[in-house]
């Protein structure tokens, strides 16, 4: 069966110091991956996305990036945080897509709580 | 542009009673459509989804949905409400064909009384 991990579950970083929040993919191959932020307990906020290997797509200008240095391996990653970075970081994965299966649900990982103070 | 929307930011039913979680959406093309379940610092929990076929769809922990095209919802349902159903639920549509993006309602947070 497939699994996520994230981590670390929660990070405290002051203003100005850098980020690195990892997500695995076990038990499946070429997965899209995602990146999403959640304010407040609510809505979710997509970051970025990939279908393979070195493909990312950002959706939301700001100072966070993404790689995904190997198939089942999503970094999300900053060279300075801004207080508004905070909030509950969420990876997904959704299976390679197929043809006789028109659209896939994702699953989420567990979730990383950064708090930056 | 698409969309989709949540009416209710909270939901309160009585345990036992049934339950009813709108959503309504707006897409180009043919409508998938997904219903998740976030329990507090928890990941979003996958419950069902439409594709095609059958307007009533039946997904995990006894929840369904009802699409209907006409009035373009896609309602959760539940014939009888249990206290740990109690969280926030999200409706989401696809926008992106191959990335299988999709974008979320603002959420539901679902209290069931006992």
């Known amino acids: 069966s497939q699994t996520i991990h994230q981590w670390p579950a929660t990070l405290v970083q002051p203003v100005g110091s850098p980020l690195s929040l990892e997500c695995t993919v076990e038990?499946?191959?070429?997965?899209?991956l995602y990146w999403y932020r959640q304010a407040a307990g609510r809505g979710l906020q997509l970051l970025f996305y990939?279908?393979?290997?070195?493909?990312i797509s950002s959706e939301v200008p700001q100072n966070l990036s993404a790689s995904r240095p190997q198939d089942r391996q999503f970094i999300l990653s900053s060279k300075k945080l801004l207080l508004s970075d905070s909030g509950f970081y969420l990876c997904?994965?959704?299976?390679?897509?197929?043809?006789?299966?028109?659209?896939?649900?994702?699953?989420f990982g567990p979730g990383t709580r950064l708090t930056v103070t | 542009a698409q969309s989709v929307a949540q009416p209710e930011d909270q939901v309160n039913v009585a345990e036992g009673n049934p339950l009813t979680v709108k959503c309504t959406y707006s897409?180009?093309?043919?409508?998938?459509l997904f219903w998740y379940v976030q329990y507090p610092n928890r990941g979003l929990q996958f419950l069902l989804k439409?594709?095609?076929?059958?307007?009533l769809v039946k997904g995990s922990y006894g929840f369904e949905a009802e699409f209907n095209k006409s009035q373009t919802s896609f309602h959760l349902k539940k014939p009888s409400a249990l206290v740990s159903d109690s969280a926030l639920y999200f409706c989401?549509?696809?926008?992106?064909?191959?990335?299988?993006?999709?974008?979320f309602g603002k959420g539901t947070r679902l209290h069931i009384l006992p």
């Open positions: 997904a994965w959704s299976p390679l897509r197929r043809v006789l299966i028109p659209a896939s649900e994702q699953y």
């Open positions: 038990g499946t191959s070429n997965p899209n």
């Open positions: 990939s279908v393979g290997i070195g493909q």
């Open positions: 897409v180009s093309g043919n409508p998938y």
């Open positions: 439409y594709i095609t076929g059958d307007n």
């Open positions: 989401a549509v696809r926008v992106g064909k191959r990335d299988d993006k999709i974008i």
